[in-house]
Structure formats: C-alpha cells, structure tokens
C-alpha cells in the first residue's frame, strides 16, 4: 500500500511530463540542467532524486529555508552544497533533492512547475483550490515540492482516485499506467534504509522497500507471515460462497436462487456481497494481470437488487429491510459492480434513485468510498429499469422464508 503526501502529487507531476517528452527516470541531473556538469550531483538519475536516494543533502544549511516559489532560484541555493552520500547507497528522507528534479522537469516541458500543475494535473481533475506557488511560509509548506501543496480535502480525494484507477480520471488518461506503476514500486532497491524511518515508526516493521517516487511503501500482507496465505485462500473461496448451494443439516438455504434472488434480507445482503466486493477489487488491484476467475452471479445482482426495492417519490424504500430500516438499499455494491465491470444501465438508474445520506452505510459523495465509486451520471440514467429483466419471477423473495416448499412468490415489481 502506497501513502502519497504532497511529494506524491509532485512526483505525478514530473511523471505526467515524463509521459509528455524525452525526460527519463534514468536520466542523470546533467542531461537537463547543465549548470551540473563535473559535479557529483549532476550523475544522480531522476528516480534517486524522488526516492530519497540521491545523496543530496535534505534541507538546507540553517538559518537558511528554501522558501522559494522559482525552482530555478532553489537549485542555484543548492547547487554548491556537498552530496552527504554516494548515490543510491542510503534513504535519508529531505525535500531539496525534489526541487532539483522539478527543476528537470520544467527545463523538459518549457514551463514553470506551477503551470505544469494546473495543466497536467489540477485542472483534468477538477482540482480548483490546489496550488504549489505562492509557497506558504508557514509550518509545514516549504520546500515547495516536498511540502508545499495546499490543497482541499475534495480536492486530493480526486487526485488519489486517479492513482487508484492507474492514471485515468473518467474518461480521462492524466498519466499513463506504468507511470503510475513506477510510481508504486520499490525504488530504494539496495539502498541502506536506517532503523527508525517513518514506516517502522508507524507500524513497527522494518523493511527496506519504504518508498517509490514521491510516496510511502507499507507492507499490508506482510504485517503477518500468514496474510499472503489469507489472501488466496479468500480469493480461491469467494466463487464458492456466491455459488454455496446449502446445508440441509445445519439448516442453511443456498446463497443464491438461479434467478439471481439471495436469500437474506436486504441490508445482511448488502453488506456481505460489498464486502466481498471489495476484496475482489483489492485483489484485482493487487494481482495485475492475473485471471480474478468468473463469479457469474454477479451479473445477476444488479436484477436482483431492483426487483427488491420500492421506487417512489422521494426517498427509495426496500421491501425486505429485514431487521433494519426501510430506508436502507445497495447502492455501495451497486457501485461496486459498476467498477467491476458490469455494466448494466439498470445500476445507474438505481443509484440516481438514492438520496445522499439516506442511510448510514452508503457510499456518498461527500465520502471517499462514495467518490471513489459513485459512477459518471453525466450521460443519463434510464428513466425506467429494463423491464424485460425486471419481470423474472423469483421463487424466493430475499430475506422471506418461503413455507410452501415449489410455490413461486408473487414477483415484487408490480
């Protein structure tokens, strides 16, 4: 898992103009900033500027603070200061060596970095209160790459959703996805990481793949030995559950009827089928490339959730709330089978029936997960579900228990 701090939107940054022209990762500071040339600085490559494995020193000699908002006055500030290590041989954590790399990608693009922001990254993503210059000259803003963002909350929500869909925003590519993978991937390498860096500090593991370009690098699965274990096993069994036919002796009914109908009550259903939903994502985001194998029930599932609510004026109801409230429904799995490919127009005719804040457990848009997930409803929802879907009998309403074993319920959309 990745945590991006300003350093991260900066990183994207330079990715973005790394997609754009003939800047390289591997590119030495000589290549673009000649000023560098016969110095020990001008042979460190872009990625070791980004990865804190440069050798540059991390911030500048006090009393002096880099608070400048022109990335070229930076680089003159640093330009005479010694390297404190051999490129590549240690992580030490600092923000000049960021200013230096910022300072290649304005010479590759012809623009000052600010502007290469709002370009490249700010204005695709909608990010209107996000600026880097004017730096603010207090606390915690300076130097201007490594801690200089000032941003809003919505704002760096819609930065982090284009990382999580590897670059695109809508219908929008802001950076390509192994831009977004190099990003992401171990780039100290054999750098000497010390004890007491953030991430032991944090989670009391120590590792030496703490960091990728601009951003933190935690070891989720490895937190236990067994986790990685955990993880397949799920992946192997998540077929199964949705597939799980019942148990006569411990008095189970099946997961789900072959009309796609799951017998437990909406907000129990809800719940267990989002929560299954993400995992499978998780997985998908965590496995590129691998077969995440079929789950046919799921295509079935956006049917079902609309035979069993009430649409009406106003607020959406549920028929079969089961031991919650009338209010409850499934847009979040909704959602998130959306994400997971399936595409069917009656998920966002019944997303646009919700209304934001109905209940506890949705995915709103003043939420991350709602931001995250909530589909583009920009081209139009049906007005009316497809009926030619809708008007399948069940032979079990979720969440009833049928006494008459054979008798088809009354379908619920009338």
Known sequence: ?????????????IGAVVDRTDLNWEDPVAKWLPQFKGDAKGDILLRQLLSHTSGVRPYLPAPRVDNYNHLDSAVTEILPLDTVF??????????????????????????????????????PLGMTGSHFTPVNTDGGHAPMLGGGLCT?????????????????????????????????????????????????????????????????????????????DWVEQLHESLPEWFDFAGDALQQKAKSFDEAGGMYESLNYTNFGIQEALLFRIAWINTHPGQNSGNIPQLAKLPNYFSQVCYPRTG????????????????????????????????????????????????????????????????????????????????????????????????????
């Open 152 to 228: 809003t909350l919505n704002d760096y929500i819609r930065f982090l959703k284009m990382i999580y869909h590897n670059g695109r925003f809508g219908n929008k590519e802001i950076l390509k996805p192994e831009t977004v993978q190099t990003m992401q991937v171990d780039q100290v390498r054999n750098a000497v990481v010390a004890p007491g860096e953030y991430v032991e500090k944090a989670l009391g593991q120590h590792h030496t793949g703490i960091y990728g370009l601009g951003e933190w690098r935690e070891l989720v699965e490895n937190e236990l030995p067994e986790v990685k």
């Open 86 to 123: 051999a490129p590549g041989t240690r992580f030490e954590y600092g923000g000049l060596a960021m200013q230096i790399a910022g300072r290649m990608a304005e010479v590759a693009m012809g623009k000052e970095f600010e502007s290469l922001f709002q370009e490249l990254i700010a204005v």
């Open 315 to 414: 607020m959406l109801h549920s028929l079969n709330f089961g031991d919650s409230h009338k209010n409850v429904s499934a847009e979040s799995s909704m959602m998130l089978l959306y994400a997971l490919g399936v595409k069917d127009p009656t998920i966002l005719w019944y997303i646009t029936q919700v209304e934001q804040g109905q209940h506890r457990d949705g995915f709103f848009l003043n939420r991350p997960m709602g931001f995250l997930y909530t589909p583009d409803l920009s081209k139009g929802a049906p007005v009316t579900p497809s009926f030619e879907k809708l008007l399948n009998y069940l032979p079990i309403l979720a969440g009833l228990r049928c006494a008459i074993r054979g008798k088809k319920m009354l379908r619920c959309w009338l």
């Open 1 to 13: 898992m990745s945590l991006l701090p300003a350093s991260g939107v900066a990183a994207a940054v």
